[in-house]
């Protein structure tokens, strides 16, 4: 996990590249600009709707820390087969939503391997808007 960390961070320094949130907002790439435009993330306290990252977007931390650890989960079970559920802090029937001030339902993801909780993990990223799929 370290060295996932380590690498991650490297890159994202060396190649510093901006978020969903600040080329949209500011018609990166030749695109036209959408100032109105919200990624679906928000700030844990709900103070604001336009968070993003303070550092660059590649490569994605949270997709390869994922990666990191389903591949060691792989390796020690010799398997990439085995079901198993997860509940997120975002969807454990407590947390509030920052938009409708409600408490979000619980909601259990049940899969089937690691590799697909590993592709959902990534795909979680791009839903949110502080990642494109290149990274």
Excluded: C
Excluded at 10 to 17: A, W
Excluded at 81 to 94: A, T
Aim: hydrophobic share 35%.
């Amino acid at each position: 996990m370290a060295d996932a960390g380590i690498t991650t961070w490297d890159s994202k320094h060396f190649y510093n590249l901006w978020r969903p949130i600040v080329g949209i907002r500011q018609r990166a790439s030749g695109n036209s600009a959408d100032l109105n435009w919200l990624p679906l993330e928000a700030p844990e306290n709900g103070a604001s709707d336009s968070s993003t990252s303070e550092f660059s977007f590649y490569v994605s931390g949270h997709a390869t820390f994922g990666l990191a650890i389903f591949e060691v989960l792989r390796r020690f079970y010799e398997t990439d087969d085995i079901p198993f559920e997860f509940q997120s802090d975002e969807y454990n029937g407590k947390t509030m939503d920052s938009i409708t001030r409600r408490a979000r339902p619980a909601r259990t993801r049940r899969y089937r391997s690691f590799t697909q909780a590993e592709t959902e993990n990534f795909l979680s990223r791009i839903y949110l808007g502080v990642h494109w799929r290149i990274d």
